[in-house]
C-alpha cells in the first residue's frame, strides 16, 4: 500500500531548438492508496511525464512522497514500485519464461518459488503457451501482456501503466481489466493507469 503524494511538480523538457517547454508546471496532488487511478489526456499533455516523475526517471523540481517519505531519500531497489511503458527493453535473445524471471532471478529468490510466480502470472493473463517463444515470435499485443506481467509478477506496492491496452483486442483488454481490479483488491496495490480512451478508464476506475 501507498499513499503517493506530489508537491508543486516542474518538469521542463529542452527542446532541439534550445528552448524550454514546459511538460509540467507546479502540480500538485494526492493519490490514495490501495486504488485505480486513471490518468486522462491527449498526447503531449503530461502524462508520460508524471509517471516517470514518480518513477524518478528524469529530473523536476517539486517533491514526491511515498507515504510521507520523499522518494528521493529511498534507495531505487526499495521504493517498491514498477513501470510499464510499450517502449520497454525485453532480451530479444531470451524467451519469456526467462524474461519473467529475470529481475526474479537477480534477487536470489529460490527457483521453485519463481517458477510458481511465473506459472501463475502466464496463466492470468493468458499467456502460457508463450513462455517457450522469443520476442520476434509474438505480436504486438502478446509483447504488450508480456511486459505487462513483467510489471507486476513481484507485486509492486506502486503499479505505473502507460497506456497499457493500446495493442489489446477486445477480449485481451477486457480480460486484463477485471484482472487488474482483482489484483488492487488482492495486493492493496495503489495501479496509475493513463489513457486518452475514456471507455477504458470508465472501466477500471
Sequence with gaps: MAIVKVENLTVIYLGKDGQQYPALTDFSCIFDENCIIG????????????????????????????????????????????YFTQEMFMFEHMIVYDILAYSLKREKIKPQDIDKMIKEISSDFGITALLTRKPKQLSAGQKQLVLMAKSLIKKPAICCLDEPFSNLDVISKNTIIKYLIEYMKNNKTTIFITSHNFDDISKIC
Design 39 to 82: 490518468i486522462l489526456g491527449e498526447s503531449g499533455s503530461g502524462k508520460t511525464t508524471l509517471f516517470k516523475s514518480i518513477c524518478n526517471l528524469l529530473h523536476y523540481d517539486g517533491q514526491i512522497f511515498f507515504d510521507g517519505v520523499r522518494t528521493t531519500d529511498i534507495k531505487p531497489k526499495d521504493r517498491n514500485l514498477s
